[in-house]
T-cell receptor, first 114, second 113 residues
Framework: AQTVTQSQPEMSVQEAETVTLSCTYD???????LFWYKQPPSRQMILVIR??????QNATENRFSVNFQKAAKSFSLKISDSQLGDTAMYFC???????????FGKGTHLIIQP | DAEITQSPRHKITETGRQVTLACHQT?????MFWYRQDLGHGLRLIHY???????NKGEVSDGYSVSRSNTEDLPLTLESAASSQTSVYFC????????????FGNGTRLTVT
């Protein structure tokens, strides 16, 4: 079974700073997919970014980018120029080749201070 | 616009009662999933379905059941609610294919007293 570990339960940074959220995972599969989801206080789950394991190039979506280190099984999320609206829970998630749902980490509560 | 709707948004019930949480999606997705979210645990998979009449157990399926009689709906039933099932429940759906994103409902907060 796969496991996803987010070692930072909570982080706090000043607005406009850059912040990196860490995520490691454990799997014996070679083909898999990784995701970051954002959950604001509204409880809505919002897909932030996704990465295919077979792609060496790190995914980017505007201010959000990942550092994917396949050998180290690491998938960190970098948020540049952080904004107050980035305050949320962030979940790292893994999907194996069998596509039987996502395995989530326990989440990191990110607080952006004005 | 297509969407995924969960009802009710909040529910309070008593221990031992049967409870059904509804999930309805208009994406016409074959894949549907139920998760529960608890502080310190993230989201954990309860049950999932790849199509009509298909159901599969997830990581935390004990005490829960689902049935899939059509593409749009995957109701989650707690046969005999327990206080340990107090949680926020999320339904999600997706197209087949592993990189297809999951579309989530807005969750149901269930309290078992």
């Amino acid at each position: 079974a796969q496991t996803v570990t987010q070692s930072q339960p909570e982080m706090s940074v000043q607005e406009a700073e850059t912040v990196t959220l860490s995520c490691t995972y454990d799997t014996s599969e070679n083909n898999y997919y990784l995701f970051w989801y954002k959950q604001p206080p509204s409880r809505q789950m919002i897909l932030v970014i996704r990465q295919e394991a077979y792609k060496q190039q790190n995914a980017t979506e505007n201010r959000f980018s990942v550092n994917f280190q396949k050998a180290a099984k690491s998938f960190s999320l970098k948020i540049s120029d952080s904004q107050l609206g980035d305050t949320a829970m962030y979940f790292c998630a893994f999907m194996g080749g069998g596509a039987d749902g996502l395995t989530f980490g326990k989440g990191t509560h990110l607080i952006i201070q004005p | 616009d297509a969407e995924i709707t969960q009802s009710p948004r909040h529910k309070i019930t008593e221990t031992g009662r049967q409870v059904t949480l509804a999930c309805h999606q208009t994406w016409n997705h074959n894949n549907m999933f139920w998760y529960r979210q608890d502080l310190g645990h993230g989201l954990r998979l309860i049950h999932y379905s790849y199509g009509v009449h298909d159901t599969n157990k997830g990581e935390v399926s004990d005490g829960y059941s689902v049935s899939r009689s059509n593409t749009e709906d995957l109701p989650l039933t707690l046969e005999s609610a327990a206080s340990s099932q107090t949680s926020v429940y999320f339904c999600a759906s997706s197209d087949p294919g592993t990189l297809k994103p999951l579309h989530f409902g807005n969750g149901t907060r269930l309290t078992v007293t």
